[in-house]
């Protein structure tokens, strides 16, 4: 339907880079089985999939896979109310609704870089709510330049979500997960936190080298850094009247106070 397709292709745009050197990233994998829709964008680092089944708002009438320009697709998708219908001419993809037709000349399938979602050691179930509000908070301190990719990282360690840059430090607790700690880049974290719009839980996993977000017809996958975390538990004391706490709206006013001398 326009609205699924509409979402997942805005969300999809967030990792398409228009100007890559690798000119099949810069367009949207479409894979067309007899059972489902799938929808595919990667940019090496990160690779999102969302899947339609098969249904009475999704009429399959022949399997194939081609390589669509995203932006362009994104742009028209976004205009359209009514039901789309796609057919391939050659190598011209032409979509139509009842207003409109767009027509787009596609690549091979072939092109796209191999991707593959393999099976993967289970990490554990989080909430996307306390997931995203924890990745949120903890990208605050990661270093937004790459020239260092572990300060540039957010680590996802047991039971906290962590990040450093040397300067800013940020822990948030969350239902543990990973035994060992688990680097994600800073970057990954925003087009992920959209892509989790609308799903209420998420499947952590991990193949070794990507960590693996599923839920219900949609998978990302983000590429980890391989470098070691620094030890963040040394940061806390064992003793708690090390420890104050302060009310939030104390804290904030006063920060206001001090930042406007």
Same mark, same amino acid.
């Given at each position: 339907?326009?609205?699924?397709?509409?979402?997942?292709? @805005?969300?999809?745009?967030?990792?398409?880079?228009?100007?890559?050197?690798?000119?099949?990233?810069?367009?949207?994998?479409?894979?067309?089985?007899?059972?489902?829709? =799938?929808?595919?964008?990667?940019?090496?680092?990160? =690779?999102?999939?969302?899947?339609?089944?098969?249904?009475?708002?999704?009429?399959?009438?022949?399997?194939?896979?081609?390589?669509?320009?995203?932006?362009?697709?994104?742009?028209?998708?976004?205009?359209?109310?009514?039901?789309?219908?796609?057919?391939?001419?050659?190598?011209?993809?032409?979509?139509?609704?009842?207003?409109?037709?767009?027509?787009?000349?596609?690549?091979?399938?072939?092109?796209?870089?191999?991707?593959?979602?393999?099976?993967?050691?289970?990490?554990?179930?989080?909430?996307?709510?306390?997931?995203?509000?924890?990745?949120?908070?903890? @990208?605050?301190?990661?270093?937004?330049?790459?020239a260092l990719p572990v300060r540039n990282?957010?680590?996802?360690?047991?039971?906290?979500?962590?990040?450093?840059?040397?300067?800013?430090?940020?822990?948030?607790?969350?239902?543990?997960?990973?035994? =060992?700690? =688990?680097?994600?880049?800073?970057?990954?974290? @925003?087009?992920?936190?959209?892509?989790?719009?609308?799903?209420?839980?998420?499947?952590?996993?991990?193949?070794?080298?990507?960590?693996?977000?599923?839920?219900?017809?949609?998978?990302?996958?983000?590429?980890?850094?391989?470098?070691?975390?620094?030890?963040?538990? @040394?940061?806390?004391?064992?003793?708690?009247?090390?420890?104050?706490?302060?009310?939030?709206?104390?804290?904030?006013?006063?920060?206001?106070?001090?930042?406007?001398?």
């Open positions: 339907t326009p609205s699924l397709l509409r979402t997942s292709l @805005a969300l999809s745009d967030s990792l398409i880079e228009e100007r890559s050197p690798i000119p099949s990233i810069s367009h949207i994998l479409i894979d067309v089985s007899p059972t489902a829709l =799938t929808l595919v964008a990667t940019d090496l680092r990160s =690779t999102v999939s969302f899947t339609f089944p098969a249904s009475s708002d999704l009429e399959i009438t022949s399997p194939g896979s081609i390589l669509v320009p995203a932006s362009p697709l994104s742009k028209w998708v976004s205009r359209v109310d009514a039901p789309v219908r796609l057919s391939l001419d050659g190598t011209v993809l032409k979509l139509r609704s009842a207003s409109s037709t767009l027509t787009l000349k596609t690549i091979p399938a072939s092109e796209y870089p191999a991707i593959s979602f393999t099976p993967s050691t289970p990490l554990g179930s989080l909430s996307v709510a306390v997931l995203v509000d924890a990745l949120k908070k903890a @990208a605050i301190s990661a270093d937004p330049s790459d990282s957010i680590c996802i360690d047991n039971d906290s979500i962590v990040a450093a840059d040397g300067t800013r430090f940020s822990r948030i607790t969350i239902p543990s997960l990973t035994e =060992t700690p =688990t680097l994600i880049p800073r970057d990954s974290v @925003a087009p992920l936190w959209r892509a989790l719009s609308g799903i209420e839980t998420v499947d952590l996993s991990t193949d070794g080298r990507r960590l693996i977000f599923t839920a219900p017809n949609f998978i990302y996958a983000v590429q980890l850094i391989s470098e070691s975390y620094f030890d963040w538990r @040394a940061f806390f004391k064992s003793d708690p009247h090390s420890l104050v706490s302060i009310p939030t709206a104390e804290l904030r006013s006063a920060v206001l106070r001090i930042s406007d001398t």
